[in-house]
């Protein structure tokens, strides 16, 4: 199989798979509705870099061992899992403290970030997705469809990757400006609370899955 002639149903796949409900678009709409595109921009770049290391990993073999050894996935599924569960309580943390504070406390700024906030913000988003296990497991199953079974399959994996963490990236910046748009709305004390509750209840939710599920 040649890699031109598959290339429209690879972008047609990752946009699909990118517009499903998971882990990257929580975070996203959360810090982009309490803070802003531009708070939002180093999540997704974050996101997007743990991708492509997935995507690197993967061409090299590497993603093969993960998903074959059970040690290793189950490490990984279990970093995954705390991770997600801890990014879960800490913004239900905040909705409760919103709700009985009752509106005192400060909204959250949509000014741009200090380098700090951006640095954390943008490891935080490589954190989520190097800790997912399914991206591993993903990458396994999903690249090699569109690889050429003669070939560099390390290089055609990296420039896979590439176009799709291109596509990734337009796509939830996308998201993050609409959503971006209805800030202020989204930082009123009561929607604000809501928000934190939603994206905290969907974090937590996400992380049980990741830690009950086997493959």
């Not at 910046?173 to 989204?186: N, P």
Request: glycine letters at 10%.
């Amino acid at each position: 199989m040649d890699v031109l002639p598959s290339l429209p149903a690879f972008v047609l796949a990752v946009l699909l798979i990118s517009a499903s409900p998971g882990p990257a678009m929580a975070l996203i709409f959360r810090r982009a509705a309490l803070r802003g595109l531009r708070a939002a921009v180093p999540t997704v770049l974050g996101l997007e870099v743990g991708l492509y290391v997935w995507a690197i990993v993967a061409g090299a073999g590497f993603a093969t061992l993960v998903a074959a050894s059970e040690v290793a996935y189950l490490v990984l599924r279990i970093v995954g899992a705390a991770v997600l569960l801890g990014l879960g309580v800490r913004a239900l943390r905040t909705a409760w403290r919103e709700r009985t504070a009752g509106g005192a406390i400060e909204a959250p700024s949509a000014e741009p970030l200090g380098r700090r906030r951006w640095c954390g913000s943008f490891a935080e988003g490589i954190v989520v997705q190097l800790a997912n296990p399914k991206a591993a497991v993903f990458m396994l199953a999903f690249y090699p469809q569109f690889i050429p079974a003669v070939g560099p399959v390390f290089a055609t994996t990296a420039l896979l990757g590439l176009l799709q963490i291109t596509l990734e990236t337009g796509l939830y910046l996308a998201l993050a400006a609409g959503v971006a748009r209805a800030g202020a709305w989204f930082r009123r004390p009561r929607i604000r609370a809501r928000v934190e509750a939603v994206s905290g209840t969907v974090l937590v939710a996400l992380g049980l899955r990741v830690a009950a599920t086997t493959r």
